[in-house]
Antibody
Framework: QVQLQESGPGLVKPSETLSLTCTVSGYSISSGYYWGWIRQPPGKGLEWIGSIYHSGSTYYNPSLKSRVTISVDTSKNQFSLKLSSVTAADTAVYYC??????????WGQGTLVTVSS | SSELTQDPAVSVALGQTVRITCQGDSLRSYYASWYQQKPGQAPVLVIYGKNNRPSGIPDRFSGSSSGNTASLTITGAQAEDEADYYCNSRDSSGNHNWVFGGGTKLTVL
């Protein structure tokens, strides 16, 4: 059974870079599929941040593209998110998920990242 | 880019049938997938593809699509179905981009 787990700091200062890692268990990232990051500000809806293929090809939400970098480490079976120049508007629960053809499944439990000084 | 539009809130009487809709240009090209999210929990996939349910999802959940509108139907809604529901699809721009609907809060009365 595939499981995903997000990890990283829960508090980031404004203007700094948010860094999160998603560790995958029960499936080898190098075997295929796209892997994605999604976020949800408190009380709001879901927003796709970006996706990465096991080969390293990336796709980003145009609204975030200038600040986002997603990378993959197949040796650790992990993929990571970096979001630069964060502001309070980036405060959200961040989820990672596997992308199967045209749907996201499964999802990690999510991790709350607060941007505050 | 494209957007997916959902009604913010829908209510249904216990045991009755409710339809939650999602509209967007991308739905003319791609099937929507649907996610259920309960407070404090991660979204869970309930419908994908033409009308497929992952293992463990009750058969009272079904999906359909026509033109630019996708629908999630719950036949015989239960109290535990009260949740937020989000639709999702590929972006119709031709890139490998994704879009989510704004979500529908379902209340079971």
């Amino acid at each position: 059974q595939v499981q995903l787990q997000e990890s990283g700091p829960g508090l980031v200062k404004p203007s700094e870079t948010l860094s999160l890692t998603c560790t995958v268990s029960g499936y080898s990232i190098s075997s295929g599929y796209y892997w994605g990051w999604i976020r949800q500000p408190p009380g709001k809806g879901l927003e796709w941040i970006g996706s990465i293929y096991h080969s390293g090809s990336t796709y980003y939400n145009p609204s975030l593209k200038s600040r986002v970098t997603i990378s993959v480490d197949t040796s650790k079976n992990q993929f990571s998110l970096k979001l630069s120049s964060v502001t309070a508007a980036d405060t959200a629960v961040y989820y990672c998920a596997r992308i199967q053809q045209y749907w996201f499944d499964p999802w990690g439990q999510g991790t709350l990242v607060t941007v505050s000084s | 880019s494209s957007e997916l539009t959902q009604d913010p809130a829908v209510s249904v009487a216990l045991g009755q049938t409710v339809r939650i809709t999602c509209q967007g240009d991308s739905l003319r090209s791609y099937y929507a997938s649907w996610y259920q999210q309960k407070p404090g929990q991660a979204p869970v996939l309930v419908i994908y593809g033409k009308n497929n349910r992952p293992s463990g999802i009750p058969d009272r959940f079904s999906g359909s699509s026509s033109g630019n509108t996708a629908s999630l139907t719950i036949t015989g809604a239960q109290a535990e179905d009260e949740a937020d529901y989000y639709c999702n699809s590929r972006d119709s721009s031709g890139n490998h981009n994704w879009v989510f609907g704004g979500g529908t809060k379902l209340t079971v009365l």
